[in-house]
């Protein structure tokens, strides 16, 4: 659609990356706001955002060579390549690599793993929603062909040889359905803040909201991701379904524990 904002000389200021980042600060932001009403100092949870936020860059991009090893392992040089550094990786990988430091930090400074879990999964669904925006503009995380009225068509050649969109074909925008359904997630989350029963229960809500939503939203995607259980589901769609009976069985687990502490 748009993928370059500004191009000086060999300097080019891509929207994706503009996107990703002003996600990633919405979602440090929230954080840092909603961080008192946990109890929790703004420095650290700010601190941790950071961290959090290289950490998901960092995992994003080794879930991406992971499922594509076969790719890379046969084309090392394209590890460093231009097309595989501006590529956004695998959101699950982020996910994955941003709660081991969350955990890790928790608890070398006792915070408390579900107080900040907590605190953080409003603004990463809000940030991540964003960031989906981002990928629009970019044409990465396409849709699947279809012949809806609000199919969007992608004419860019630019757009092509950066992340292999199709041109010229009607795509399902899988990109602004994302972004649509975490900004209902976020909406949710917002609301359950203030009515939370115990600690954990809005990053377990986040959890199996967003795990059930990727995996029907993936059945609309075109991209490759890498398939599992030859060829029936997508690797995304494996790791929803873990997403879900990991918020389940965390759900139930926070829950018991509380109940267990006030002797309910």
């Known amino acids: 659609m748009f993928p370059r904002l500004i191009t000086i000389g060999p300097v080019t200021l891509h929207t994706y990356g503009l996107l990703a980042a002003l996600g990633l600060l919405v979602a440090i932001f929230t954080a840092v706001r909603l961080a008192p009403r946990a109890g929790l100092d703004r420095q650290k949870i700010y601190n941790l955002g950071v961290y959090t936020a290289l950490a998901g860059l960092l995992g994003g991009k080794v879930m991406l060579f992971l499922i594509d090893w076969q790719y890379y392992s046969a084309h090392p040089r394209e590890l460093f390549s231009l097309r595989s550094l501006q590529a956004g990786g695998m959101y ?40 989906r ?114 918020g389940a069985v965390y759900f139930w687990h926070q829950r018991r524990r509380t109940r267990g502490t006030h002797g309910g």
């Open 92 to 131: 699950y990988g982020g996910i994955l690599f941003g709660l081991l430091v969350v955990w890790l930090y928790s608890r070398s400074r006792q915070l408390g793993f579900a107080r900040v879990a907590d605190v953080f999964a409003p603004g990463v669904a809000l940030g991540t929603a964003v960031g």
């Open 133 to 246: 925006i981002g990928c629009f503009a970019a044409g990465c995380c396409w849709g699947k062909a279809t012949n809806l009225a609000w199919a969007v068509t992608f004419t860019d050649p630019y757009a092509y040889r950066i992340v292999g969109v199709p041109l010229h074909t009607p795509l399902h925008p899988t990109q602004l359905y994302e972004a649509a359904v975490l900004s209902l997630i976020a909406g949710s989350l917002f609301w359950l803040w203030r009515r939370r029963a115990f600690e954990g229960q809005i990053f377990a809500a986040f959890l199996l909201l967003y795990g059930f939503a990727r995996f029907w939203l993936e059945f609309l995607r075109g991209d490759p991701r890498g398939t599992v259980l030859g060829g029936q589901l997508s690797v995304p769609q494996a790791l929803s379904i873990v997403l879900v009976l990991a």
